[in-house]
T-cell receptor, first 115, second 114 residues
Framework: DVKVTQSSRYLVKRTGEKVFLECVQD?????MFWYRQDPGLGLRLIYFSYDVKMKEKGDIPEGYSVSREKKERFSLILESASTNQTSMYLCASSSFWTFYNSPLHFGNGTRLTVT | KQEVTQIPAALSVPEGENLVLNCSFTDSAIYNLQWFRQDPGKGLTSLLL?????REQTSGRLNASLDKSSGRSTLYIAASQPGDSATYLC?????????????FGEGTQLTVNP
């Protein structure tokens, strides 16, 4: 089974801090994604990556950046955390070669609170 | 812009009942549709994926159907159990280009009472 692991289940950070959310997958997937999930707004795509060192903006990239130095790891960075970034963050991965026919595999999420 | 709607937002049923969850989408030009399950405070687990050329997919007690022309999909759960309690989300992929992104519904929160 595919395993997508997010390093923290819960994080509490202060406004202005730089925050790193880490995600690792063990299935050699090319594609990795970061979503945030908020009540009433559903899941929204922040950034995604099709290969090492490649990244593309999703629907809500403002205030975020990403890093993909190794194939198995995709990091989401909040450069200066703000209270409106309090949310559940979900990482996902999928295979490139079967991308259009393969399901997304999600991690368990990181609940981030910015105070 | 593609919009995905799931009605009802919440559903409560007694154990053993067969039930149907609904998903509708505004743009019928989709490539595939996926159903997920989400337990409280956790990530999403993929249940079924239906290609646009398919009418249905089955996995155990779950059966998902797709009617592209009417912009609808249903998830049928047979003989529901308390362990089926979760939020169920559907998501559509609009096309096969590299920029093609999933659009998610907000989910139906299902409670199966013992």
């Amino acid at each position: 089974d595919v395993k997508v692991t997010q390093s923290s289940r819960y994080l509490v950070k202060r406004t202005g801090e730089k925050v790193f959310l880490e995600c690792v997958q063990d299935m050699d997937h090319e594609n990795m994604f970061w979503y945030r999930q908020d009540p009433g707004l559903g899941l929204r795509l922040i950034y995604f990556s099709y290969d090492v060192k490649m990244k593309e903006k999703g629907d809500i990239p403002e205030g975020y950046s990403v890093s993909r130095e190794k194939k198995e790891r995709f990091s989401l960075i909040l450069e200066s955390a703000s209270t409106n970034q309090t949310s559940m963050y979900l990482c996902a991965s999928s295979s490139f070669w079967t991308f259009y026919n393969s399901p997304l595999h999600f991690g368990n999420g990181t609940r981030l609170t910015v105070t | 812009k593609q919009e995905v709607t799931q009605i009802p937002a919440a559903l409560s049923v007694p154990e053993g009942e067969n039930l149907v969850l609904n998903c509708s989408f505004t743009d019928s030009a989709i490539y595939n549709l996926q159903w997920f399950r989400q337990d409280p405070g956790k990530g999403l687990t993929s249940l079924l994926l239906i290609q646009s050329s398919q009418r249905e997919q089955t996995s155990g007690r779950l059966n998902a159907s797709l009617d592209k022309s009417s912009g609808r999909s249903t998830l049928y759960i047979a003989a529901s159990q308390p362990g089926d309690s979760a939020t169920y989300l559907c998501a559509v992929r609009p096309g096969e280009t590299s920029g093609s992104r999933l659009t998610f519904g907000e989910g139906t929160q299902l409670t199966v009472n013992p």
